[in-house]
């Protein structure tokens, strides 16, 4: 089912937000979509199954419930992964920089290029609201407009929200058991001066925005700034 929402704008300061298509849970076939990519920000939410999808360094699984932030300009297909049927809903959406109050369009840029790439849960309540969003019709009445750009609206904050949450040092307190892997693996990788902080995020499969951003929250510092540290802290062991 392909929504109906296709010409909502939205501004904030100086980032202007324009929403042109939502797909409602779509079974999908299992055949790899074509390596492509898009001038704007696509967010695939799983509802059921699970989907690979391979970026030109990467591959990543998306699960029940979790959602995955494909930024513009970057090239992907994908397959269902899972044996049943899978059901996926996508926004996608362009974020430009305008005449307005400054501020906005950089906060809103840097949330969606760290948390880009990641699968990262999502509660069901948002799938519905998106679901509910692409079921809007655009025009038709005043009223109906405003009752759009309101619920568009409830989805972006959300949207932000959910994002800054899986940014933020609170969500390591609730990592799954493959996150506190990670957190073991990073520490172990970090203590090895030849590995980079890509080579890092590879490990571990994160974006390097993520590592670089769960490093600092971790250990207070960036990677470069704790290989000094260890340096130094070599150098008088010695």
Sequence with gaps: MKGKVNNVRLVYGDARFHLYQINLNNPVERTETVFHDHKFYEIHMASEGSYTYTTNDKQITLSQN????????????????????????ALSFSITKIDGEEGYFDFFQKALLDCALVPINIPQKFIKRVAELSRRELYGSVKGECYLKMQATAAIYELFDILNQFGSADTLKKTTKKDIDNLV?????LCSPDKSLKDIADEISYSTRHTARLIKSIYGCSITELRKKQSITTKEDQ
């Excluded at 979790?66 to 809903?89: A, C, E, G, R, T």
């Excluded at 693996?185 to 990788?189: E, I, S, V």
């Design 185 to 189: 693996l990073l520490d172990a990788l």
């Design 66 to 89: 979790q959602m995955l932030i494909i930024p513009p300009d970057v090239y992907h297909s994908s397959v269902p992964s899972s044996p049943w049927n899978y059901k996926f809903s």
